[in-house]
């Protein structure tokens, strides 16, 4: 059982980049999926969270307008879609499952590896 989050890189600001978060080992269309970032020596943030139902998808306000989350069940993948990237984006992102959509770090039981997005130019 395993989420693997992948997509990270280098990207100058005003970039766009696509994070992926893929289930082996179970299926992800019960579970609601959030991505958390955690960027040096700051505290871990909640990005955004997509629920198992459809029009149940949630942003940070530092995000809004700018991440797109999606999923496609199919291929038991959940996607990031960052536009207009900021250096201070800069983080390593984690995807991770829940039953519900929350902001807690404590609400999801399990959580994949992360990936490293740094924006600069």
């Known amino acids: 059982v395993q989420l693997q989050a992948s997509g990270g890189g280098l990207v100058q600001p005003g970039g766009s980049q696509t994070l992926s978060c893929k289930a082996f080992?179970?299926?992800?269309?019960?579970?609601?999926i959030g991505w958390f970032r955690q960027a040096p020596g700051k505290e871990r943030e909640w990005v955004s969270c997509?629920?198992?139902?459809?029009?149940?998808?949630y942003y940070a306000d530092s995000v809004k307008g700018r991440f797109t989350i999606s999923r496609d069940n199919a291929k038991n993948t959940v996607y990031l879609q960052m536009n207009s990237l900021k250096p201070e984006d800069t983080a390593v992102y984690r995807c991770?499952?829940?039953?519900?959509?929350?902001?807690?770090?404590?609400?999801?039981?399990?959580w994949g590896q992360g990936t490293l997005v740094t924006v600069s130019s």
């Open positions: 080992g179970f299926t992800l269309d019960t579970y609601a």
């Open positions: 991770a499952s829940t039953g519900s959509c929350g902001s807690s770090s404590g609400a999801y039981g399990f």
């Open positions: 997509i629920g198992s139902l459809p029009g149940l998808i």
